[in-house]
């Protein structure tokens, strides 16, 4: 028996990761090609296109932890419909999603992901099949602001450059704080749904700022970029369908007055598990 962990090697996956096996629970890697991950897990292939690679992988789990990778819609689609289908010939005893920052859970209709999209379609599958589970809902990830091309403004400028409004509150939320409601959800199967991740209240870009000011030990600034200049940052990072979905969210975010989680289905309220501030994160981080 062992935790299946999809992107073990990136952002999300890596960090459950490491929290699984810090407290002895064994997991395998889902991969484009077998053999080892770095920290000794194994690593076995399976691709997101086969339903048979999938459903092997997944037989006997005790826990299997899925987000969609950024890529098209059109492949994203049609990746949600094979793990479902995957999950649902498997059987694994607990399965945990995250929407990687898609909004399904509020509050504002405008942003809600459509009922057609990727993501609702593989949650809408997930609840289908009846298998136990719970869905993740971060908002805005403090890993983003570690990209070159923001990282290195504020090293060089003290400018910290990202699209949200000044004034626009974001229940942000790390990976690592991702990762700690994932690990906790494995162990919880009395809690289904929606579970929120972010701090509450949310707070603004010029707090951000702060924190990195006071982490850096000099003056840092907040300047609103406006989300097609931030989409263009990306395409060398993520593509250019990549970058116009990331375009689109921002576009989004800015008819709305904030980003922010409810505090009845938070992680804090769920779990009790509250999120790291800005100055936490960035010490654990080691910047």
């Known amino acids: 028996m062992s935790y299946v962990i999809h992107g073990a090697a990136g952002a999300q996956g890596n960090p459950l990761l490491s929290h699984l096996k810090a407290t002895g629970k064994p997991a395998v890697a889902v991969g484009r090609k077998s053999g080892t991950h770095p920290d000794g897990t194994p690593v076995v292939a ?26 098209s819609e ?10 479902v ?32 999209s990727a993501i609702q379609t593989l949650v ?5 099949t009846g298998l136990s589970h719970a869905v993740i809902a971060p908002r805005l990830f403090l890993e983003n602001l570690l990209l070159p091309p923001i990282l290195d403004v504020v090293r060089t ?51 951000l700022a702060q924190a990195f000011t ?9 300047e609103p970029l406006s989300p097609e200049a931030f989409g263009q940052l990306l395409v060398p990072l993520i593509g250019d369908a990549g970058a116009a979905a990331v375009s689109a969210l921002y576009e989004g975010l800015a008819t709305v007055p904030d980003n922010t989680i409810s505090a009845h289905n938070s992680a804090q309220q769920l779990l009790g598990l509250t999120p790291r501030t800005t100055a936490q994160w960035l010490m654990q981080i080691g910047l």
Do not use: C, K, M
Not at 52 to 71: N, T
Not at 74 to 83: S, T, W
Not at 167 to 196: E, K, M, Q
């Open 46 to 71: 399976a691709g997101y296109t086969s339903v048979q690679e999938l459903a092997s992988v997944y037989a006997d789990a005790d826990g299997v932890f899925v987000h969609l990778p950024v890529v």
């Open 214 to 222: 006071d982490h850096l030990g000099r003056r840092v600034t907040y």
């Open 124 to 128: 809408r599958g997930l609840e289908e």
């Open 74 to 83: 059109e492949d994203r689609l049609a990746y949600a419909r094979n793990i």
């Open 157 to 207: 400028q003290g400018v910290l450059r990202y699209p949200p409004a000044a004034d626009f509150p974001v229940s942000w939320s790390s990976h690592l704080d991702n990762a700690d409601v994932a690990a906790a959800l494995f162990d919880r199967p009395d809690i289904t749904g929606t579970i929120a991740v972010g701090q509450h209240p949310g707070i603004t870009g010029p707090d």
């Open 85 to 116: 289908a995957a999950l649902s010939q498997a059987r694994p005893r607990r399965v945990v999603v995250s929407t990687s920052g898609a909004i399904i859970d509020r509050p504002h209709p405008q942003l809600q992901a459509p009922d057609d």
